[in-house]
């Protein structure tokens, strides 16, 4: 092997490695990201379900409808 493929071969093991690493450091930011928004996600539904069950339950003792689902029936008409 003469030394212009050794220096080509160098090089191109240098920017396959930079670009490998650039790829899988992307894909664990946006994984991250995802698996926040997943948790978001959860978190909040397990916020609301606490409000759904005392709203089913207690349907005869509410006289409306309870704050948590106010809100989310206020809220879209406020973002339009």
Same mark, same amino acid.
């Given at each position: 092997?003469?030394?212009?493929?050794?220096?080509?071969?160098? !090089? #191109?093991? $240098? !920017?396959?490695?930079?670009?490998?690493?650039? #790829?899988?450091?992307?894909? !664990?930011?946006? #994984?991250?990201?995802?698996?926040?928004? &997943?948790?978001?996600?959860?978190?909040? +539904? *397990?916020? +609301?379900? /606490?409000?759904?069950?005392? $709203?089913? $339950? $207690?349907?005869?003792?509410? &006289?409306? /409808?309870?704050? &948590?689902?106010?809100? *989310?029936?206020?809220? /879209?008409?406020?973002?339009?």
């Amino acid at each position: 092997m003469t030394d212009r493929d050794t220096a080509v071969r160098a !090089v #191109y093991k $240098s !920017v396959r490695i930079a670009g490998q690493l650039t #790829y899988y450091r992307n894909r !664990v930011d946006e #994984y991250t990201r995802a698996n926040q928004q &997943a948790i978001i996600v959860r978190n909040t +539904l *397990l916020g +609301l379900a /606490p409000w759904r069950e005392r $709203s089913v $339950s $207690s349907r005869t003792e509410a &006289a409306g /409808p309870q704050p &948590a689902w106010l809100l *989310l029936c206020w809220l /879209p008409s406020r973002v339009r």
